[in-house]
T-cell receptor, first 117, second 115 residues
Framework: GAVVSQHPSRVICKSGTSVKIECRSLDFQATTMFWYRQFPKQSLMLMATSNEGSKATYEQGVEKDKFLINHASLTLSTLTVTSAHPEDSSFYIC?????????????FGSGTRLTVV | AQKITQTQPGMFVQEKEAVTLDCTYDTSDPSYGLFWYKQPSSGEMIFLIYQGSYDQQNATEGRYSLNFQKARKSANLVISASQLGDSAMYFCAMREGETGSRLTFGEGTQLTVNP
């Protein structure tokens, strides 16, 4: 079945630094990538949607200059948290849809637990 | 207004018994899809079952079945013969419109299966 590889699974960074999270679709072309953030014991909140080769569409309240999304190829999308602060500590997870997937196919990465110290 | 509502923050069930996790939704789009995902403590999202708005029959996948009541806008997940490994967070989600649209998630239900 469709697989999305997300790395790193865990990252600890210092306040003020940037962190890049990668999601790669291994066996299909990810035409659309969704990026979610999840705080402990809460639901998944959509941060942005990106289509390959286009600028990402950000949800209201999400700072596009802080959360940089790149979807330059059909197999790779990245989320960069710039100038990270402790309040950015969260679980980030991507979800991809691609051409040829069954109509209900949303393939999730395994998530990245970010801790900013 | 909440598009997806899960009213049970936590549920407990005895091993081998069945359990129903509630989900109601709100949409004016005639075409939509309803999903259930399981999220264990590791964080991965495991797809369980899908129901399309035009599907005539309730979806089933092994021990999972979806009790789809369109008029009541509910899509409850039924897990039969609960196992200890079923202990996890369960999310109901909805896709409005045609394929490719975003998913909106409910708040989740933490299920604990007791031995």
């Amino acid at each position: 079945g469709a697989v999305v590889s997300q790395h790193p699974s865990r990252v600890i960074c210092k306040s003020g630094t940037s962190v890049k999270i990668e999601c790669r679709s291994l066996d299909f072309q990810a035409t659309t990538m969704f990026w979610y953030r999840q705080f402990p014991k809460q639901s998944l909140m959509l941060m942005a949607t990106s289509n390959e080769g286009s600028k990402a569409t950000y949800e209201q309240g999400v700072e596009k200059d802080k959360f940089l999304i790149n979807h330059a190829s059909l197999t790779l999308s990245t989320l960069t948290v710039t100038s990270a602060h402790p309040e950015d500590s969260s679980f980030y997870i991507c979800s991809a849809r691609g051409s040829g997937q069954q109509f209900y196919g949303y393939t999730f990465g395994s998530g990245t637990r970010l801790t900013v110290v | 207004a909440q598009k997806i509502t899960q009213t049970q923050p936590g549920m407990f069930v005895q091993e081998k018994e069945a359990v129903t996790l509630d989900c109601t939704y709100d949409t004016s789009d005639p075409s939509y899809g309803l999903f259930w995902y399981k999220q264990p403590s590791s964080g991965e999202m495991i797809f369980l079952i899908y129901q399309g708005s035009y599907d005539q029959q309730n979806a089933t996948e092994g021990r999972y079945s979806l009790n789809f009541q369109k008029a009541r806008k509910s899509a409850n997940l039924v897990i039969s013969a609960s196992q200890l490994g079923d202990s996890a967070m369960y999310f109901c989600a909805m896709r409005e419109g045609e394929t490719g649209s975003r998913l909106t998630f409910g708040e989740g239900t933490q299920l604990t299966v007791n031995p």
